[in-house]
């Protein structure tokens, strides 16, 4: 870890300012790595970037989240993946069986990799899309490096299992529809955070227990731990992220924030923007105050749509509504 810290700091010293003519280059901001993780392929690199980068802004190596006297860079549609990894469309996909094989464990292991993978993706694509246009406070950015890391962490810990258990990541063909969403979504933070953190994930944590037992029952308790040991509680908290922020940005609009009434036209220059977001720390404190009083409110009016009721056909119902 230590290495992996020195490591980090080198690299984040390539855009660092300083004494020397070559320090001239404006500070890297957390969305600069995003981007940069956005444009890795490799998905181990991918994932170890990301640790590098989430615990650099954590532990406050990283001063900006994003510079406001910069143009703003958006991220790709598609963030870079490995060719090494074949993808099919969804409906080819792999069949995954129901885990009563060691084929059909592995194959679900391996979509389980796959989907953290993207997961990945995702996070740094919300900090690096929608941060710095809607001008989101600091704690945003520290929920989403958070879950960025802990994608990383359960993308890495999957595809170590599949190694351990005589395959790889890439072995098997994936599908390729997981990025739709995030493409249908790429309008707008509120359609984002419901769509993915409020119904995917929230959907995911349904069927988890599921996969767990179906891995126990087949004799692979190892797997089976990881995912309720390590998994299942950190998905619990992408999920917590996504309704904190969910409800932050209705109840910005409440109070008739101008910036809130951006939402979903990004303010297109970052250079318009007055600081890096920590004067928004306290419209998060005022939220987290309100909620006591307003949260059923909030619940009856938005957020209860989304939250309650999720399953296939509600995801799909969110999705139509809140997609282009
Ligand atoms: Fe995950
Ligand atoms: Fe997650």
Not at 202 to 207: E, I, Q, S, W
Not at 278 to 300: C, F, I, Y
Request: overall charge negative; aromatic content about 6%; some cysteine.
């Amino acid at each position: 870890m230590l290495l992996q810290m020195e490591e980090a700091t080198a690299h984040a010293g390539e855009h660092s300012t300083g004494s020397g003519q070559e320090d001239e280059k404006p500070a890297k901001t957390l969305v600069d790595w995003a981007l940069e993780i956005l444009s890795t392929a490799d998905p181990d690199e991918k994932a170890r970037l990301g640790d590098l980068a989430a615990s650099l802004w954590l532990c406050g190596d990283i001063p900006l989240p994003y510079d406001p006297s910069r143009p703003a860079h958006a991220p790709p549609d598609r963030p870079a993946r490995s060719d090494d990894v074949r993808l099919l469309p969804p409906s080819r996909g792999p069949k995954l069986g129901k885990g009563g094989s060691a084929q059909s464990r592995l194959a679900m292991l391996h979509s389980l990799a796959h989907t953290e993978s993207w997961a990945v993706d995702l996070s740094w694509d919300i900090v690096a899309r929608f941060g710095a246009p809607m001008r989101m406070p600091r704690e945003f950015f520290d929920d989403f490096a958070r879950v960025a890391q802990d994608e990383g962490r359960h993308y890495t810990v999957l595809s170590a299992r599949l190694r351990e258990l005589g395959s790889h990541y890439g072995a098997l063909p994936a599908h390729d529809g997981l990025w739709d969403s995030a493409m249908r979504t790429s309008h707008s933070l509120l359609a984002r955070l419901a769509v993915e953190h409020c119904v995917h994930e929230a959907r995911g944590l349904d069927v988890l227990p599921t996969t767990i037992s179906r891995f126990r029952a087949g004799g692979d308790e190892q797997t089976a731990k990881i995912l309720e040991d390590v998994i299942y509680p950190e998905e619990i908290t992408h999920c917590a992220a996504g309704v904190r922020w969910f409800r932050y940005l209705c109840l910005r609009s409440r109070h008739d924030d101008p910036i809130a009434r951006s939402v979903p036209h990004p303010v297109p220059d970052c250079s318009q923007l007055p600081g890096d977001g920590s004067p928004d720390a306290k419209a998060v404190q005022r939220v987290g105050d309100e909620l006591t009083s307003e949260k059923q409110d909030v619940e009856n009016e938005q957020t209860s749509k989304v939250v309650q009721g999720v399953n296939g056909k509600m995801a799909q119902e969110v999705e139509d509504r809140f997609a282009k």
